[in-house]
């Protein structure tokens, strides 16, 4: 089993930057693959960003450079930097993890955490 914690979400005014923190307790061995998603009201639940064991990286179209995913192994934690932040990306920001699966299909994820509301103003 593991246990995800996401924290670091905020209000911000466009342009502005966050980092969103998520940490792993228990078989971290389960986490080898994690990804953020996030999700605005209404809408499908979408893969902003994902990394593996290894450290490879993939990004959601939108993103745009804007975002950045890593993962600190020692402390079992994993980050997403997000800058230029704009109103679009005003969501709740979901971490994700699975011992293998590594992409944006949000049904092969084993765990998830709570969230962390990330809200842009113009």
């Known amino acids: 089993q593991v246990q995800l914690v996401e924290s670091g979400g905020g209000s911000v005014q466009a342009g502005g930057s966050l980092r969103l923190s998520c940490a792993a307790f228990g078989h971290t061995y389960s986490s080898n693959c994690m990804g953020w998603f996030r999700q605005a009201p209404g809408k499908e639940r979408e893969g902003v960003a994902a990394i593996d064991s290894d450290g490879r990286t993939i990004y959601g179209d939108y993103v745009k450079g804007r975002f950045t995913i890593s993962k600190d192994n020692a402390k079992n934690t994993l980050y997403l930097q997000i800058n230029s932040l704009q109103p679009e990306d005003t969501a709740m920001y979901y971490c994700?993890?699975?011992?293998?699966?590594?992409?944006?299909?949000?049904?092969?994820?084993?765990?998830w955490g709570q969230g962390t509301q990330v809200t842009v103003s113009s």
């Open positions: 994700a993890a699975d011992e293998a699966y590594f992409g944006f299909n949000r049904y092969e994820y084993k765990y």
